[in-house]
């Protein structure tokens, strides 16, 4: 039995031309990386140190956000915000059913009932209907900011204070958003964002990262990803341990400072672009853009008509069309135990049914945005 599997979305298919994942191309300067990891090694460096204060103090002015706290991945993330909120056995999380797994997995590992609310046309949670979900045993509701693109999060805020209840949003896909040009900390008690190496800004494995504006919180999410120490003798909380490693701090650290900025311009002039190109063809509903959002396009994903067929004819014009993701959590059978069934969310299912994602990075070049565009065309044409 094969127990560490490499997961197929990082595999490059050589024939393929347009590639969703581009990981090699993405550290293509890795010898200057390895100088970074060098001074980390030479320093003896490993575990909290130089690097992640850096990379801490890095994001926190990136992202305007008064706390960062960094940690060994994206789940954990969700995961030591809910533990450290004392969210758990007993309590109701409200969450979204169209998501990766790990949103959800975080609510149920902390002992708590994640209970959905379905999503809009834009994939993120409807706000509309988030109060009629609420009951005596809700504690909290996670947002996803799905793809890069915020939620209604003013909306969302005014009614987690109403009804006091906390506020956490998942904003793996979302390093760089803005929402009515603020930044989306200013929203929540904490925001999670996931390091992988399929994200925006990504590592060499695993890391992730919580930012907050409330101390005590932050204080108690540094204190629980390690151990729960307050100092090396003294033991406030037992804990977990979930750091990011120094040397993944040093290669984030690289990436802040030289790529991000155009990370996140190509991906909005590649949507842009996409937008453009493809609202002419009435099979193709594209997203409608909001004005008082920065989307950062984690994923570009537009809706379609025969989605299999489509994505069958782009990948022989290799072009990479993936599925993110086919199975809403509450059909998937992890879920059983919280008793949904097919048509509880509609919307999320119509999305799940319907729903292409197109290469968007910043690798892509406008010659070969025009050329999804046009096989897109020349699908429904022929
Ligand atoms: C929306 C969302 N939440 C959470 C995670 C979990 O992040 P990680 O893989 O770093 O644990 C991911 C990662 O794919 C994600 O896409």
Redesign the pocket.
């Given at each position: 039995m094969k127990f560490n599997y490499l997961p197929n979305q990082y595999k490059k298919n050589k024939k393929i031309k347009i590639n969703h994942s581009y990981l090699i191309e993405q550290f293509s300067d890795y010898k200057k990386i390895f100088h970074q990891i060098e001074k980390t090694v030479k320093r003896a460096d490993y575990t909290l140190g130089e690097e992640v204060d850096k990379f801490e103090k890095n994001m926190s002015s990136r992202m305007k956000s008064k706390f960062t706290i960094s940690v060994g991945?994206?789940?954990?993330a969700?995961f030591l915000v809910l533990k450290a909120l004392d969210i758990g056995h007993g309590d109701e999380v409200i969450t979204t059913p169209y998501?990766?797994i790990?949103?959800v997995a975080s609510i149920v590992t902390a002992g708590a009932k994640p209970v959905f609310v379905d999503i809009k046309d834009d994939y993120n949670i409807d706000e509309k209907k988030l109060e009629r979900a609420i009951t005596k045993k809700t504690k909290a509701i996670m947002v996803?900011n799905?793809s890069g693109r915020p939620c209604e999060l003013d909306k969302i805020q005014s009614l987690a204070k109403r009804k006091k209840l906390k506020l956490i949003q998942?904003a793996?896909?979302c390093i760089d958003a803005r929402f009515k040009n603020n930044s989306i900390v200013k929203y929540s008690d904490a925001c999670?964002f996931?390091?992988?190496p399929?994200?925006n800004l990504n590592v060499w494995g695993?890391?992730?990262f919580i930012l907050t504006n409330n101390k005590s919180l932050a204080k108690k999410l540094s204190m629980i990803r390690n151990h729960g120490l307050l100092d090396r003798n003294n033991c406030e909380i037992f804990a977990y341990n979930s750091r990011l490693d120094s040397i993944q701090a040093a290669i984030a650290n690289y990436k802040i400072k030289n790529k991000l900025n155009t990370i996140t311009n190509k991906r909005i002039s590649n949507a842009k672009l996409l937008d453009k190109l493809l609202k002419p063809i009435k099979e193709v509903k594209t997203p409608s853009r909001k004005k008082h959002l920065r989307e950062v396009f984690h994923l570009y994903q537009i809706n379609v008509k025969n989605r299999d067929e489509l994505i069958r004819f782009l990948i022989n014009k290799n072009i990479d069309a993936k599925v993110h993701y086919p199975i809403p959590i509450h059909l998937q059978k992890a879920a059983k135990n919280l008793k949904y069934k097919r048509g509880d969310f509609p919307i999320a299912e119509k999305m799940a049914n319907t729903s292409v994602s197109l290469p968007v990075h910043e690798f892509i070049s406008e010659k070969q945005i025009k050329y999804i565009a046009e096989s897109i065309k020349k699908f429904y044409l022929s």
């Open positions: 991945n994206g789940t954990d969700l998501t990766f790990a949103t996803v799905w998942d793996c896909h999670t996931s390091l992988h399929l994200k695993d890391g992730g």
